[in-house]
């Protein structure tokens, strides 16, 4: 039994059927993949605007392309979260061209995403925005603590680039971004910017990134009592284990995605 696989059965008591029937769409059709995923990057932004990640002209989710790994889909420029279509997307690939959608993007979003497509080939989802919090623990350049069970998900997979320079205009700002990210890291806090998260598929990347919005804000608020209790690492490890699996993530994501398409269905257009 893969780690995956027990990390499920000892968080879910259910049928083998239903536990088989609980995970990630599987695709045949890469077409019919591609407008699953841009289907489900449309709802991420709609998720993004309902939590008020949203900050003006920053922010961007990136997702890599089914019928072409070498290209993604991302927001056009200028068009507010609460308002995105599937349909509003943009493909760009490597070079910073487009090569479906007629809108703007971005620099900093192709400067940053770009980069991280082209180095992790496994990585096929990025999500960052300006988040309240987000931003406010980035001033510090530390990395968060395991304080609780919720934070024990970025416990030794998260790292800090501290090398702000302004707005990410340079392809290598994005590259360094990159060297700053350690094999397992699944996300970056941007010094004195914002936050970053990484995953297989939009639902992971997302998932994580509320999460880690959540854990700064936790920190941040820990910082002002006294007598913090820190989790033992070998407990975090265990812990991080459990509720970081890719399972897990995924599967954080799914009432999220329900309470958006309950709300409003319409970003599937």
């Not at 998932?207 to 070998?234: D, G, M, T, Y």
Request: hydrophobic content about 45%.
């Amino acid at each position: 039994m893969s780690s995956q696989e027990s990390a499920i059965n000892q968080g879910a008591i259910g049928t083998e059927a239903a536990k088989a029937q609980f995970g990630p769409p599987q695709f045949d059709d890469p077409a019919a993949e591609q407008t699953f995923i841009k289907t489900r990057l449309a709802a991420a932004f709609r998720l993004f605007a309902y939590y008020g990640f949203d900050d003006g002209l920053a922010g961007h989710i990136t997702a890599r392309d089914s019928l072409d790994p070498e290209t993604f889909w991302v927001n056009p420029l200028g068009i507010h979260f609460a308002q995105l279509k599937a349909s509003d997307l943009v493909r760009m690939n490597h070079a910073g061209e487009i090569v479906e959608g007629q809108a703007l993007v971005n620099t900093a979003a192709f400067m940053i995403h770009a980069a991280i497509h082209q180095a992790k080939p496994e990585i096929n989802a990025v999500a960052h925005a300006h988040s309240k919090y987000g931003k406010a623990w980035s001033t510090q350049g530390r990395l968060l603590e395991p304080l609780t069970q919720d934070a024990c998900l970025f416990y030794q997979a998260h790292s800090v680039f501290s090398h702000f320079s302004g707005v990410v205009h340079e392809q290598s700002e994005g590259q360094a971004i990159v060297a700053a990210m350690n094999p397992d890291d699944v996300a970056v806090i941007l010094q004195n910017h914002g936050l970053l998260t990484v995953g297989k598929d939009v639902d992971s990347a997302v998932s994580l990134f509320v999460q880690l919005e959540r854990a700064c804000e936790n920190q941040l608020l820990v910082e002002q009592l006294p007598n913090k209790q820190l989790i033992p690492e070998q407990v975090a490890k265990k812990t991080r284990e459990f509720i970081g699996s890719n399972l897990v993530v995924w599967g954080s994501f799914q009432p999220l995605y329900q309470m958006i398409e309950m709300l409003d269905d319409s970003f599937k257009a």
